[in-house]
T-cell receptor, first 114, second 115 residues
Framework: DQQVKQNSPSLSVQEGRISILNCDYTNSMFDYFLWYKKYPAEGPTFLIS?????DKNEDGRFTVFLNKSAKHLSLHIVPSQPGDSAVYFCAAIGDSTNAGKSTFGDGTTLTVKP | DAGVIQSPRHEVTEMGQEVTLRCKPI?????LFWYRQTMMRGLELLIYFNNNVPIDDSGMPEDRFSAKMPNASFSTLKIQPSEPRDSAVYFCASSFGDRGNQPQHFGDGTRLSIL
C-alpha cells in the first residue's frame, strides 16, 4: 500500500510558464511534508516543506500548497526555468517524534523546455 | 561544509561476493538513513538510526542485509552474499534533531551492480 503517490511520472512545460507537481497521500497521521529535487547522478536535495497546520508555504519561485481534507499537496514553480528540469519527490513524515522517518513518492520528472 | 559522503560511488561485483557501502553523515547530525532506489520500487527506506541506535529496520529486505553505525560519523550497509536483484542505487542521508520535521541531506549514492 503506497501511502504517498505522485500519479504523474512526467511533466513537460515551456520556460517561463508555471509547473504544477501533484502529490496525494493516504495516511492522515502525516503531519509534515517535504519536496526534494534530484538531478541525475546526484542525491535528492531538499527544496521546500510545509507543516500540516499551514496550507501554503512560499520560497521564491517555489510554493507548496496543502489541502488536508483532500490529502493532497502540490508544488508550484513560477516561472519555470530550464535548470528546474529534474525529478521531484514528495515526502511525508507521519510522526514528528520519530526522528524524521519519511515516506517518499515515486517522483515526477519535470522537463522545462527553452 | 562537507555534505554526506558515500563510498564507493560505483561498485561492480559478482554475485555471492560481500559488498560494503560506507557513509559519513554531516557532522552534528544525529539521524542517519539508508535508502535503495530502483525503477520498480522507487526510493525505499531500508533502515534508520537515531543517535547511533537502529530505530526501524523493517525495510531491510533480507537477512543478507545488515547495517551498523559504530559512531556518530560513520555507517556501513553490508550485503552478504550479494545477488543480481540487489543491483540499485543506494543512498545515505542524515538529518539533525529528534522531532522529525527536519529535511534530510542525501549523499550522491552508490551505484551497485551485481553480475
Amino acid at each position: 500500500d503506497q501511502q504517498v503517490k505522485q500519479n504523474s511520472p512526467s511533466l513537460s512545460v515551456q520556460e517561463g510558464r508555471i509547473s504544477i507537481l501533484n502529490c496525494d497521500y493516504t495516511n492522515s497521521m502525516f503531519d509534515y511534508f517535504l519536496w526534494y529535487k534530484k538531478y541525475p547522478a546526484e542525491g535528492p536535495t531538499f527544496l521546500i516543506s510545509i507543516s500540516s497546520i499551514k496550507d501554503k508555504n512560499e520560497d521564491g519561485r517555489f510554493t507548496v500548497f496543502l489541502n488536508k481534507s483532500a490529502k493532497h499537496l502540490s508544488l508550484h514553480i513560477v516561472p519555470s526555468q530550464p535548470g528546474d528540469s529534474a525529478v521531484y519527490f514528495c515526502a511525508a513524515i507521519g510522526d514528528s517524534t520519530n526522528a524524521g522517518k519519511s515516506t517518499f513518492g515515486d517522483g515526477t520528472t519535470l522537463t522545462v523546455k527553452p | 561544509d562537507a555534505g554526506v559522503i558515500q563510498s564507493p560511488r560505483h561498485e561492480v561485483t559478482e554475485m555471492g561476493q560481500e559488498v560494503t557501502l560506507r557513509c559519513k553523515p554531516i557532522s552534528g547530525h544525529n539521524s542517519l538513513f539508508w535508502y535503495r532506489q530502483t525503477m520498480m520500487r522507487g526510493l525505499e527506506l531500508l533502515i534508520y538510526f537515531n543517535n547511533n541506535v537502529p530505530i526501524d529496520d523493517s525495510g531491510m529486505p533480507e537477512d543478507r542485509f545488515s547495517a551498523k553505525m559504530p559512531n556518530a560519523s560513520f555507517s556501513t550497509l553490508k550485503i552478504q552474499p550479494s545477488e543480481p536483484r540487489d543491483s540499485a542505487v543506494y543512498f545515505c542521508a542524515s538529518s539533525f534533531g529528534d522531532r522529525g520535521n527536519q529535511p534530510q541531506h542525501f549523499g550522491d549514492g552508490t551505484r551497485l551492480s551485481i553480475l
